[in-house]
């Protein structure tokens, strides 16, 4: 005779020297959406998304795992049997219950010389998706994502392939000269260093973001006295750095130069400390803000924002910035990683003419979605500022530069 143990708690019971085989579910929280409709579009503040709304099963996969002296055998149709066939489906090679077309609970037999009987949960239930369509029409996340995407597809469909269409200047001999035929040429990047003497190359870097002050990562900033060299349409230009100090508590550093640079270099301008609440929310919530990068291979490439899982949030002084690697079929052929010796180099966000430092790069991974992170600028403005100040009254400057922080008064506030 065969005894039949309906929901026994117990899965030690036994009966007649047998035990009970222990036969349990899981539940697959990966259902597929089956969408109901062409969907819709919704806008959130700067963001559109594609809204599809569907149907999704929750599946629950039996597990019949034997144990004893009882063995249940293979999951197939001579061990488990599907009690409820007009409420669910029940695929005996993979354990798998699917409610047909509405929720139900599902009995499951397990059929050995001892059978338990088990309560399957499966549901049926109307979702909805939201997924990245593009960003609003006169928002600055548009703005920056149009005028990149614009300069890289004026490049070939291979030219990313050509790492001279990723090389910021050219140099014959002692000749540097600016690249007019890089993917980056339509956006002005003469506030990021050539080079310097202290490295001897482009590591180490300062973004000069006053006529007489670069901006460096603390942990890799140039030892003063040394050189720093920009280039302009005329060929490089060299500067003697006289002093570097630290931002507060911060990894910035502010160095200050001997001589106010030509206007044919133009320093980077700041975020304002309300960007990413007020101009660009899109950083919190999407992987597509794409960003123009250096680094120490004096190479321009390009990632994409994300400030969602920062700690502490974007605003505060000891925020970050991160930057992805782009999921865009055209922006990720032009991704590059971050190694040792590109800290310092800039994040910038192209805003119109003007370039627009984010932060400078304090660590990275190479190999990773994540290419790296460094802190926010627009929450340190005060601290920058004071330094250079101090800077400039150590070193008696007649001209008290302070950082410009960028006009977005065309783009729309959220």
């Not at 920009?230 to 001997?258: A, Q």
């Not at 590109?342 to 984010?358: A, K, Y």
């Amino acid at each position: 005779m065969t005894t039949i143990l309906r929901d026994t708690p117990d899965a030690t019971t036994t009966f007649r020297d047998y035990r009970i085989a222990d036969v349990d579910y899981t539940l697959s929280y990966s259902p597929l959406v089956q969408p109901s409709g062409g969907g819709s579009q919704s806008t959130v503040d700067d963001v559109i998304y594609n809204v599809v709304t569907g149907t999704t099963k929750t599946n629950a996969a039996i597990a019949a795992i034997p144990t004893g002296n009882l063995s249940t055998g293979a999951l197939d149709g001579s061990t488990l049997e599907n009690l409820d066939p007009d409420l669910a489906s029940f695929d005996p090679s993979t354990g798998i219950v699917t409610a047909n077309d509405a929720s139900a609970t599902v009995r499951i037999l397990c059929k050995a010389k001892i059978q338990r009987q088990i309560q399957v949960p499966v549901t049926v239930a109307t979702q909805t998706t939201s997924t990245f369509a593009e960003f609003a029409a006169g928002s600055l996340a548009k703005a920056a994502k149009d005028a990149i995407d614009t300069a890289l597809g004026a490049m070939g469909p291979t030219d990313y392939q050509n790492l001279a269409k990723w090389k910021m200047w050219n140099q014959v001999g002692l000749n540097v000269t600016i690249n007019a035929a890089g993917w980056h040429h339509p956006f002005d990047l003469t506030c990021v260093p050539w080079g310097n003497s202290y490295s001897g190359n482009a590591q180490h870097a300062g973004t000069l973001v006053s006529p007489r002050h670069i901006l460096m990562a603390d942990h890799y900033a140039l030892v003063a006295p040394c050189e720093i060299y920009f280039v302009d349409p005329s060929g490089i230009r060299t500067f003697n750095v006289l002093e570097c100090r630290k931002v507060g508590l911060t990894d910035f550093n502010v160095g200050i130069l001997d001589a106010d640079a030509p206007s044919s270099i133009k320093p980077a301008v700041v975020p304002p400390a309300n960007i990413w609440t007020a101009y660009c929310p899109a950083g919190f919530t999407t992987l597509n803000v794409p960003v123009i990068l250096t680094n120490q291979d004096r190479m321009a490439y390009v990632g994409v924002l994300n400030i969602l899982d920062q700690s502490p949030p974007a605003g505060a002084a000891g925020a970050s910035v991160a930057v992805y690697r782009s999921t865009d079929a055209t922006e990720g052929l032009w991704a590059y990683g971050v190694r040792t010796g590109d800290s310092g180099h800039p994040i910038i966000m192209p805003v119109g003419s003007q370039t627009m430092i984010l932060s400078v790069w304090g660590g990275g991974n190479p190999a990773a979605a994540w290419v790296g992170d460094g802190t926010d600028v627009s929450a340190n403005i005060d601290g920058i500022n004071a330094t250079m100040h101090a800077l400039s009254v150590a070193h008696s400057l007649s001209s008290d530069y302070q950082l410009t922080v960028a006009d977005l008064s065309a783009y729309e506030s959220y």
